[in-house]
């Protein structure tokens, strides 16, 4: 059944030939037929004019006639003829031919039509899509027919071996002469077939598919003579494997880029099909080179894009498995492919190719003039570039490994070098060529990635591996010497890694911007993370001058470099990429600097002058780069204080009140960024002004919060509950804070000072409600109060804070929004309404007045006393100042001592007080009732004017 199917398969192509031949003899009868109907038409006169009434019969046919688009889309095939058969020869080989006098007079006629002035524009029609008989017929059938001979060779050697009918010698080299048959008759059909039906059917090439079949069949011979009667030894069938695929790929540029496929699919499968038993690194790297260098060599050739990125995946692929699957790994083949991988893309393929080097599809190849949607932004073509697939996939092939090699470090001797190595040639590759987008970013994340693997990650270098020579080339084992090479070698990949981003910025700043600003990001970005990984895992974090002088001279550079680099740029506006991250870097650098060489105080301290220094070189150069420095010094100060708040550890924190190292550590920056924010008031950016005067404004918040909590605590900062005292402090400086703002904001305008003093006095309001009402209310926590009265917590605690809010509500009045005010007022009156409270519990109760010793009568009707004359109290000041927001808040206090007599009162006292009580509630009221009606007889200017007062 088998030979009948193969005897079917090989007929049907065949068939298939011979009907494709046919078909190119009848297309060229038509050719010439139309030729010779086109020269009677020229013999006969000019034709080509329309008159005018018949243009016009035309203008207003039906457009039924439009619909049509095969009949407008019919051009004789005379009018691409000469294309389409230099490209058909170009594709089957054949020698260009000399061109017919008939073929010349045709197309002069047709470019004399063409030039013609047309009435109207013809658009060019849609290619008509391809009939389901022309895909069976056509295509398929090629296809079916090439796989259904491949399997024919195979299965004539399986059916001679069940047969036992010749000798597996006899079987092998009849299957090899078919296949050598099949190449034969590709070849043939290739020079012999009409260039016009290859143009038609370019993926479905007999003559390629032929060549496949044997291909395959060759393939599967070799194989079976190693593999299964052992003629071959694995040197000669591995040879002998690879000439087939290096063949294929050969042929490939006669037959397409489907038999490249196939060719490179032979060659990756070869390295696994033979086995030895000493395998080596050397013959499988080198295997896989010499393909990969063919499949590129013929990639350049045809331009293609698909085989060579599945070349790049074979390598990958490979590489992977030797360095996670292999007992012992040499790093030297390894690294010397990955090197030939980074020379082949930049000198093969793509090579110095650019994107008007490549042929734009056919659906666009078309149109003269790019349209508004199909133009792309500047960094749309640089993440979409020419031959992407190839660019993206050998990066890959290059990033993986190296990462690979630095998880494995130090299993794998030399993996390090091997690394740093790969790293550098992936980011040399990026600097040398256009279109290496991403070869340049896959080196920055392999490097980062890799030296934080090796050393930052469990597995890392910290512990077992941090002290080597340097490799050799003759194989030996690392030793243990005096020396910190890996951490040299971290040291000097950081320093090649800047050198070469210089070198790209310089390069790419002349062709693509984009690029050059993406490198100006990478050049400072990646040695600053390896060398701050190096320093905080392998260095010594008190002092360490091996990174310090290192991060300072690569400060210095960067720094350089902006300014060279602003020199010679053209920058609009001051948007200039290069000069904000070669400055930034810079500054990172230096602050890396002096952590490396000083400690404690003395850090804080320094980040905070280098960013003023920043600030004050704004009138040597007017980058607006500087001014930020100041604001990133600041968020670095921060952090600090956040890890360490007492600045130098709490073991050497002076205990002396105010005049400690917290003075220093918190007051200095905050002063820093005073004086910067007053440098810049003439400086045409108002974000970063502002910006500083509030950070200036909160180290000043800072600086007096941690004075305070120093000093009520003994000298010690801790994360203890603060005191009732304590938290006073905090308010009575918010509330500072709040007024300061103000006035600075009426002095200079500014939306800091404006709203920040806003921001402030509302979180000191909710700072009240929470502490001094509920959590630190000494009613609620038992606090004592001290021995003097009125002299006491309660008057550091409620009515201090309570004066300072209805100062800061006046002072308020008229220049914030009516609702502050509002709110900052009544929280004086809170505060004072809760002095005069807690005053008489003390007075009845003396020092401690918690809830647990209940109420006495002479207190509860001291209490309705206070109330009303603070009530009274409050009218007049609100009167005074014609506040009427302190007046309702009078009124609101004498209706809580109404409710308080008649409810309280009247239950629990008795005797003279309960009389007292309301003789003196009743008394107020009619008091209150008379102030009120000559405050607003006089507002109203008669003292009879009843409906006025009302009105009132």
Known sequence: MLEILTLVAFGLALYTLNASRTSAQK???????????????????????????????????????????????????????????????????????????????????????????????????????????????????????????????IFMVKYSIEAGLLSPAVRLSLAAVFGLLLIAVGEFVRRRTQPLIANAFQNAMIPGVLTAAGALTLFAVTYVSYAVYGYFGPLTAFVLLAVVSFGTIGLSLLHGQALAGLGLLASMLTPALVSTENPSAWGLFGFLGIAWLATFATARIRRWQAVPALANAGMLMWTLLYLTQASYVDVIPVLLTMLLLALGHGLLWPGSVTAEDVPRPAATSATPTPTPAVLSTALDRLFAPPLLAVSLTGALAMAFPALVLASKVPAIAYGEYAFAAIVLALAVLGTLRGWAIYPALLSAIAAVGGVMKMTALPGGLIDPFTLIEPPTLDGAQPVSVLGLVPVNLLLVLAVAYAAVGLVAVRLQRKGERAFAAIWSILAPAVPFAILAVSFLTLGNLSFDLKHGLLAIVLGLVFFAAAEMFSRESEAQDGADVTQWAFVAGGFAFLVLALHALTDGLATTLGIAVLGTVAVFATRLRRWPVLPWLMAAAAMLVAGRIAWEPTIVGAANLSKTPVFNQLLAGYGIPAALLALSAF??????????????????????????????????????????????????????????????????????????????????????????????????????????????????????????????????????????????????????????????TLSVRRYWHGEGIADWKGFLQPETYTYSVVWLLLGVMLLAIGSKFDSRSIRLASAGLVLISVVKVFLVDMSNLEGILRALSFIGLGAVLIGIGLFYQKILSRKSGTEDAAELNAEA
């Open 27 to 153: 297309i060229s009868e038509e050719v010439l037929r139309l030729r010779r109907e086109v020269e009677a038409l020229k013999a006969a006169g000019p034709v080509v004019a329309v008159e005018a009434g018949q243009a016009d019969d035309v203008a207003t046919a039906p457009a039924d006639a439009a619909d049509e688009p095969e009949q407008e889309a019919f051009e004789g095939p005379w009018a691409g003829t000469t294309d389409e058969l230099e490209k058909g020869r170009a594709i089957f080989g054949g020698a260009p031919a000399e061109e017919a006098p008939e073929t010349v007079a045709a197309s002069e006629t047709a470019q004399d039509v063409s030039t013609a002035p047309a009435a109207t524009p013809v658009a060019t029609p849609a290619k008509p899509r391809e009939s389901f008989e022309s895909r069976i017929g056509a295509r398929w059938a090629v296809w079916v027919g090439g796989v259904a001979l491949a399997l024919g060779g």
């Open 679 to 836: 440098e810049l008031r003439r400086w045409p950016g108002e974000r970063i002004r502002n910006l500083l005067q509030a950070l200036a404004s909160l180290f000043v918040l800072l600086t007096a919060g941690i004075l305070v909590r120093h000093g009520m605590n003994g000298g010690v900062l801790d994360s203890a509950v603060p005191t009732l005292g304590e938290q006073a402090t905090y308010t009575l400086l918010i509330i500072g804070a709040s007024a300061v703002m103000m006035s600075l904001d009426l002095k200079s305008p500014s939306p800091v000072f404006r709203y920040g003093s806003m921001v402030v006095g509302v979180l000191s309001v909710l700072s009240v409600l929470s502490a001094h009402f509920i959590g630190l209310n000494p009613y609620f926590t038992g606090e004592l109060l001290g021995k003097w009265p009125v002299l006491d917590l309660l008057l550091v605690d409620y009515l201090l804070p309570g004066l300072a809010y209805g100062g800061l509500a006046l002072y308020a009045r008229h220049r914030r929004p009516l609702p502050y005010v509002i709110m900052l007022a009544l929280t004086a009156v809170a505060l004072a309404f809760a002095w005069v």
